[in-house]
């Protein structure tokens, strides 16, 4: 026996009923992991509140996803992070005042994921001329984020984080601060971006309102990241991936891969700096050389190991399913309190790391032209004697507390017989019983309890979730973007199927603005041009807010023509036939 597989067999697991006897409820009744419940009480994100990091340096801690520093210079405060929202910019203004009435003079974005909150925080100092430090990609990864499968990602984010929860029973959401805060007001939860005025290089060194500062250029959950080092203070400021918890190399809502070597290095530079302070975009400051170094060893280990593993068992010729099996953390490090799973389970870690070597394909010639899904569930039911056995061999799986057999087999019910409600039953149950148990309750509870309650007919996880959750995008922040770029976005939006055979530029002019761009069909394919074409075979003259508001929905395309706020001049039945392909954004024709 290798030692991967002894370890493996010490290692319980939430979904086979290890964890059961952990379950325990919340306040608000929800039953959930007691760890986790522990974990989430009373960590940082548990409440939220300020502390002095040490003389002139302040850190906001429990306010929604991030952490908000201010460190102060010679004329007021240099603040590390805003938040996801308006609102959240105005509360960290109120508790700001609770130690201190010195003005923002400087903001730094720690990458691109909490830049939302600068602008009431920049509205409330209009006497400052506020500078905002970014990484050179901050702006360009917030694009691309819209412009490739950002939708998809935000609905996923909001099952993860537990919108479409209840507030209260067995599958309320756990309210604590790791979510996106929500506010009564009528605009606390829009967007409040602004673009930074001065892009750092790495290592660049920058006086900032008197303070020396020295920026690193960090990939870890965002490719965007800074690690900001103040030497005169001892002090480093970092979205490096440590956290109070095992840092999420992969994360369920998806996003682009993020690279297990990469993040290793940037967590080896702030070993090298060897700061006495420290304080993560996450958890609580950390106070004491010694404290640091062995906080981002652990977690340099941990993701070291689980790399290593994985490369390792590829070369072997393992498949996911048998490196997950294979690979789990040794006890020196699972059983740190550090690298506690409550985001990431090191399953995902795995299989992340695998689909982002190697690709999709796992080695098993069937699966590079599988059956359809409908075709291949039939065969399984079938093949079982019909659903009513499948039903009862998942439903001993259940007994045997083998929770995600049950829920696997059910799957195969409800695809070829989606109406049968015993099979969603017992689905759910197999899902709640993993949601209750798992300690990584930041994300996968959210999603199993999501699952659920769709299965159940209580949700539906296709429209956005009762509570608002993530706000879309309004007026203001489509019009703060670069202005060629809900003209670029059209590239994912095409309906290829009106449009068949059909090669076609389009010039479309900003009237308001005198700035012209150029867009062009191939194929059914999209190409944004920075340069308008010189003969284009449309050309549509509007305004920038006329654009926007076809962009949100509040006027179609075919409707703003006809009122004459769109111009367009070339061949009707290729309009016609454009205006069909953007459907999806320009509405119905």
């Not at 603040?79 to 003079?105: A, H, W, Y």
């Not at 303070?211 to 959950?221: A, E, G, N």
């Not at 093949?383 to 009513?388: C, H, I, L, M, P």
């Not at 199927?497 to 761009?517: C, E, M, Q, R």
Request: proline share 6%.
């Amino acid at each position: 026996m290798n030692v991967a597989q002894d370890l493996t067999r010490q290692t319980p697991l939430f979904y086979r009923g290890d964890f059961d006897q952990k379950v325990v409820t919340a306040d608000n009744g929800a039953k959930v992991n007691s760890d986790y419940l522990r974990f989430i009480r009373d960590g940082s994100w548990g409440k939220v509140g300020w502390s002095e990091v040490r003389p002139g340096v302040f850190a906001i801690t429990g306010l929604g996803f991030n952490n908000h520093v201010f460190v102060e210079s010679e004329r007021g405060l240099i603040l590390f992070d805003t938040g996801t929202n308006i609102g959240t910019g105005r509360e960290i203004l109120k508790i700001k005042r609770q130690f201190s009435d010195r003005p923002v003079v400087a903001i730094i974005y720690s990458h691109h994921h909490y830049t939302q909150a600068a602008q009431p925080i920049i509205d409330a100092f209009p006497e400052e001329d506020i500078a905002i430090y970014a990484h050179p990609q901050l702006e360009q990864n917030l694009l691309e984020f819209k412009a490739g499968a950002g939708s998809a990602v935000m609905r996923r984010a909001q099952m993860q984080t537990g919108m479409y929860l209840p507030q209260h029973g067995e599958d309320a959401a756990l309210m604590y601060g790791f979510s996106t805060p929500r506010f009564a007001d009528n605009d606390g939860g829009n967007l409040g971006h602004v673009s930074p005025t001065h892009l750092v290089a790495d290592e660049e060194e920058v006086a900032i309102d008197g303070q020396r500062v020295v920026f690193y250029h960090t990939s870890s959950d965002a490719t965007d990241s800074l690690t900001v080092h103040f030497p005169e203070l001892e002090l480093v400021l970092h979205n490096a991936a440590i956290m109070p918890m095992m840092f999420p190399l992969y994360t369920l809502r998806g996003e682009r891969y993020r690279v297990a070597e990469d993040l290793i290095q940037g967590i080896d530079r702030i070993r090298q700096l060897r700061p006495h302070y420290m304080v993560g975009c996450h958890g609580f400051p950390v106070i004491g050389e010694a404290a640091i170094q062995a906080l981002a060893t652990h977690h340099r280990d941990a993701y070291a190991y689980l790399l290593q593993q994985t490369i390792r068992g590829i070369n072997l010729g393992r498949n996911p399913d048998q490196l997950v099996r294979d690979i789990q953390l040794p006890p020196s490090l699972r059983d740190q309190d550090c690298l506690f799973a409550a985001y990431i389970d090191p399953e995902y870690i795995v299989r992340g790391i695998y689909r982002g070597l190697v690709g999709w394909w796992a080695d098993d010639a069937a699966e590079i032209h599988p059956p359809e899904p409908e075709e291949y569930h039939r065969a399984l039911v079938d093949g079982f004697g019909g659903s009513g056995p499948m039903i009862a061999a998942a439903q001993r799986a259940f007994d045997e507390k083998k929770y995600n057999l049950a829920a696997k087999l059910m799957s195969s019910v409800v695809m070829v017989e989606p109406a049968l409600l015993q099979a969603k039953q017992l689905k759910a149950a197999a899902l709640r019983k993993m949601a209750q148990a798992t300690p990584t309750g930041i994300q996968t509870r959210n999603f199993l309890l999501t699952e659920a309650l769709a299965l159940e007919g209580k949700i539906d996880k296709r429209k956005p979730p009762a509570g608002g959750g993530m706000p879309p995008p309004g007026l203001d922040m489509i019009l703060s973007a670069p202005p060629g770029t809900h003209i670029r976005l059209l590239e994912n939006a095409i309906n290829p199927a009106p449009i068949v055979g059909i090669h076609a530029v389009i010039k479309f002019s900003y009237t308001d603005l005198n700035l012209n761009f150029g867009f062009a069909l191939r194929h059914g394919a999209g190409e944004f041009m920075e340069e308008a074409p010189s003969e284009p075979d449309l050309h549509i003259s509007l305004t920038r807010p006329v654009w926007a508001e076809i962009i949100l929905g509040k006027r179609s395309f075919a409707e703003s023509q006809r009122q004459g706020s769109v111009n367009v001049v070339g061949d009707s039945d290729l309009l016609a036939k454009v205006t069909q392909a953007f459907a999806d954004v320009w509405g119905q024709p």
